[in-house]
């Protein structure tokens, strides 16, 4: 009997380790072990006597990295299908906890985002995120069985953009953004209809002299900074600061805990912000196109799993995922590029932050188990 059902227990993981995507978790294990490699080097204190040491962060990062493998792994176990049954429960959590961010939220740099719970800060933005691209992927399946009436289906989709006025309210106007641009992104790339994208993003568009004047103030200074740079020593320090360490990493790099902007920490928030600076000035522009080249390859890889998805629930998670993931990586590395305004958006499983690495994580792990399940597993 026990030899039996050693023999089932065999069978089911060799079952599983066939069909379990590979190719998808060793990217999101490289990106991580690159990101962690990096958050060391960012956050290596040197003390007066000359001795170096990582700071408490760095060790954080490591638990969560820990935390988040388990997410994967117990996100990639649950079959995705029935998250139907959660997808506007995750959403309501999301706009609940940020309600109670302007009531009990810390405030940061000027915004109220995180809630702090014990020795933890939940950001109630990422975890909006994730219910946005169940929520849509929800719909989008919905809408395929049995399309529901007009006037719910406008109560519905309106719902959807709760988060993006409850984001960019607390301010976090970057993170309000994405999550706008995950809705367009999935809606463009997955329904069959795009005038009402269309309509919409030429809405958007002719609403910007609108958002510019209930922005607040150093809002418009970082579009400013972006759009004239005319003191590099004021308003566009940082932005400087980060191009002369990417520039300053030339071909090879200076070598690793070799950087001079990173050591010396003229470029600010590198472990969250400005992550790319320090990686760019230590690898060079090897290094930097060998981390681009994971996260192409990871993007590419998420849309090949929605194209063979066994349905439309399961495509639209993966575009929802691979929308998040490619705007996080557009915007950070083009604030740091001088090529966006600077905005509080981390680059994914690199940025130091427990509520993004979790919230990428369990992500992923819900792709997994889209890929997991293409071919009736």
């Not at 993004?356 to 293409?374: K, M």
């Amino acid at each position: 009997m026990i030899r039996r059902f050693s023999t089932i227990g065999i069978g089911r993981w060799r079952r599983f380790a066939a069909r379990f995507d590979w190719p998808l978790f060793v990217a999101v294990g490289l990106i991580s072990a690159l990101g962690l490699i990096n958050l060391y080097s960012a956050t290596l204190v040197t003390a007066a006597d000359g001795h170096q040491y990582h700071s408490g962060k760095f060790d954080q990062q490591v638990l969560w990295m820990g935390v988040g493998l388990a997410l994967y792994l117990g996100m990639t176990l649950i079959d995705y299908r029935n998250l139907t049954r959660v997808a506007w429960i995750v959403l309501a959590i999301g706009l609940v906890t940020g309600v109670i961010v302007f009531f009990l939220g810390r405030v940061t740099h000027g915004a109220q985002r995180w809630i702090d719970v014990g020795l933890f800060r939940v950001q109630p933005a990422e975890v909006l995120k994730l219910g946005v691209i169940l929520c849509m992927a929800w719909m989008i399946h919905e809408r395929e069985l049995q399309p529901p009436p007009l006037k719910q289906s406008l109560l519905r989709w309106g719902a959807l953009f709760l988060p993006v006025i409850l984001v960019a309210a607390q301010p976090d106007l970057g993170s309000g953004t994405l999550i706008y641009l995950i809705i367009l992104t999935t809606g463009y790339l997955t329904l069959s209809r795009l005038w009402p994208w269309v309509v919409l993003s030429v809405g958007s568009l002719l609403a910007l002299p609108v958002l510019w004047e209930i922005m607040y103030g150093y809002q418009q200074d970082r579009v400013l900074s972006f759009l004239e740079c005319d003191d590099p020593l004021d308003k566009c320090y940082h932005t400087k600061q980060s191009i002369l360490a990417i520039g300053s990493g030339q071909i090879l790099g200076k070598g690793f805990l070799e950087g001079t902007q990173s050591r010396f920490k003229w470029v600010a928030e590198q472990w969250t912000d400005f992550p790319f600076a320090v990686w760019a000035e230590e690898w060079g522009f090897i290094g930097s196109l060998a981390m681009l080249a994971l996260f192409v390859f990871l993007l590419a890889w998420i849309i090949n799993v929605a194209l063979t998805a066994r349905d439309r629930f399961g495509t639209a998670i993966c575009v929802g995922v691979a929308a998040m993931t490619f705007w996080h990586v557009v915007v950070n590395i083009g604030m740091e590029l001088g090529l966006a305004p600077v905005v509080g958006v981390t680059l994914p499983l690199v940025s130091y932050g427990g509520s993004s690495v979790l919230i990428f994580f369990l992500s992923f792990g819900l792709v997994s188990s889209v890929s997991l399940r293409r071919h009736g597993y």
